[in-house]
């Protein structure tokens, strides 16, 4: 709070006070605004006006009006998330200007943190009764029945508080979401203004002013509160969840992916010893038969085999496998069985084609 705005008092703008208001309009905005605006300044009370005056001399102004999100520019609505109701209460400030003489005072910056509060308070009737509202270190902050501080940017008077207590037929059931404005992309002054108070620079909106019959861009600037966020902060939210979580989990996510990997390697080596072991037990089988088919072993040589002596069985002379020495049937691990016939030096001949001996003889 500066000298003078201790000095200064604010009020609602009143029906004998719109020459003034044009008068201060015309100085401070590039703008025409036409008469029925005025008009409705003072009369339609979804406009709340707070003039800033001195020695009864309106030195400044603010209007802002409160409206849902869905009654806003479809350009506008952005200002919140989407996961937000189309319901959700916003404040658009439509006007703020000092006239000259008085600038660089303060002025503009109490009527602001005026609306701020204002809005801040939406959705939380206060009144005067014990423990709703408090004034602490002599007016420089708010402090709610349920434990939350508004701090100002300015010190607001004890004056200054008291004219925002009284304005508890402008309070509403449903908290306001944002404060949002528009203002020219060339007014570099009004922009850091808006910025010390917290607004940021939501997007620029190209053509949206007609000054002097010429097109000029502007910006919307929005400060958000009572769990307002735009589509920004929200995926900005969103990423800094999802990298928490990342980096909370990630080393049990490593450790657990580095066990299953070990487990699909000890599976698949398991796998390929079966499948190699069992192949390398064919091929053995295979390479006996073969050896056992062409070869000439002696009878120590297939001990571990089972053999069957057959009776012998005298065929016709013209047959010239014909022999009274016994024959055995070797049966390998494979299963195959082969006929072998034991001759005077005690070796074992494969036979070409004999049928198997039944129990009991040929």
Aim: include cysteine; hydrophobic fraction near 40%; proline fraction near 4%.
């Amino acid at each position: 709070m500066t000298p003078f705005t201790g000095l200064m008092d604010v009020r609602l703008a009143r029906n004998d006070d719109l020459q003034a208001i044009k008068r201060l309009c015309g100085e401070c905005f590039p703008i025409k605004y036409p008469e029925p605006w005025f008009l409705e300044l003072v009369a339609n009370k979804n406009y709340l006006t707070i003039l800033a005056t001195h020695l009864d001399i309106v030195i400044g102004m603010i209007v802002v009006e409160y409206r849902t999100l869905n009654n806003c520019k479809v350009s506008d609505r952005s200002i919140l998330h989407h996961s937000l109701s189309t319901n959700s209460m916003v404040a658009y400030i439509l006007s703020l200007g000092v006239t000259a003489a008085y600038r660089r005072l303060g002025v503009a910056s109490v009527l602001l943190s005026l609306v701020l509060c204002h809005a801040h308070h939406q959705g939380r009737p206060l009144t005067r009764s014990k423990g709703s509202l408090n004034y602490l270190t002599s007016g420089s902050a708010l402090c709610l029945s349920n434990g939350d501080v508004v701090t100002p940017k300015v010190v607001l008077s004890r004056a200054h508080m008291d004219f925002l207590d009284s304005l508890q037929d402008r309070l509403f059931l449903l908290p306001c979401r944002a404060v949002f404005l528009h203002t020219l992309s060339t007014n570099t002054a009004g922009l850091r203004f808006y910025a010390r108070h917290g607004f940021r620079v939501h997007r620029l909106i190209p053509r949206c002013y007609l000054i002097d019959g010429k097109h000029a861009d502007g910006y919307t600037c929005v400060l958000h509160m009572n769990g307002g966020f735009s589509q920004e902060e929200g995926d900005a939210e969103l990423r800094t969840q999802w990298l928490t979580l990342i980096r909370e989990t990630g080393s049990t996510a490593r450790s657990a992916m580095a066990a299953l990997l070990v487990s699909m390697v000890n599976t698949i080596v398991n796998r390929g010893l079966q499948v190699f072991s069992g192949a390398f037990r064919l091929c053995d089988q295979l390479v006996g038969v073969a050896r056992l088919s062409s070869l000439k072993l002696p009878l120590p040589a297939v001990v571990s085999s089972q053999a069957t002596a057959c009776a012998p069985r005298r065929r016709s002379s013209s047959s010239p496998e014909w022999s009274g020495y016994p024959r055995v049937k070797i049966v390998p691990l494979g299963g195959m069985a082969t006929s072998l016939r034991l001759d005077e030096s005690g070796l074992m001949t494969p036979l070409r084609s004999q049928p198997d001996c039944a129990a009991g003889g040929m």
